[in-house]
């Protein structure tokens, strides 16, 4: 697990930057996914992966035992996915309305504003 972690974060922000260089909105788009998920992996590595003792406080400590895992960043990742799923819907409503009006995914024609011809 000591390995895992990072190169599936390294593959997820590879895929991601590379989908976001691609000129199709649609894969722009996947690229944000990857990236976004890549990033939560990120800081949920970075907050510890303890499985070995729940993050509680007994009465008598004032700190948090060092082999419990830190559940900020886990409500931190919770709160940036529901985000990031708004954000996602919504951007995949406007990719969908770009190609309903401009006949294409392509980023340069869109960014042109060559429209379709219906005719």
């Given amino acids: 697990m000591d390995i895992a972690a990072p190169l ?3 593959l ?18 996947f690229g944000l996914i990857l990236l976004s998920n890549a ?8 907050g510890g992966l303890t499985s070995g003792q729940p993050p509680l406080i007994s009465g008598t ?10 559940p900020l960043p886990q409500a931190l990742i919770l709160t940036a996915i529901v985000i990031g799923f708004g954000l996602i ?7 969908y309305r770009t190609y309903k009006t401009m006949g ?3 980023a340069d024609a869109v ?9």
């Fill in 39 to 46: 990033v939560n992996l990120l800081i949920l590595t970075a």
């Fill in 8 to 10: 599936l974060i390294g």
């Fill in 111 to 119: 960014a042109a504003g060559t429209p379709r011809d219906d005719s």
């Fill in 61 to 70: 400590e004032t700190v948090m035992d060092a082999s419990a895992a830190n």
């Fill in 104 to 106: 294409t995914l392509d």
């Fill in 89 to 95: 819907a919504f951007a995949l409503v406007l990719v």
């Fill in 12 to 29: 997820l922000t590879a895929s991601g930057v590379y989908l976001l260089l691609r000129r199709s909105l649609l894969r722009m788009l």
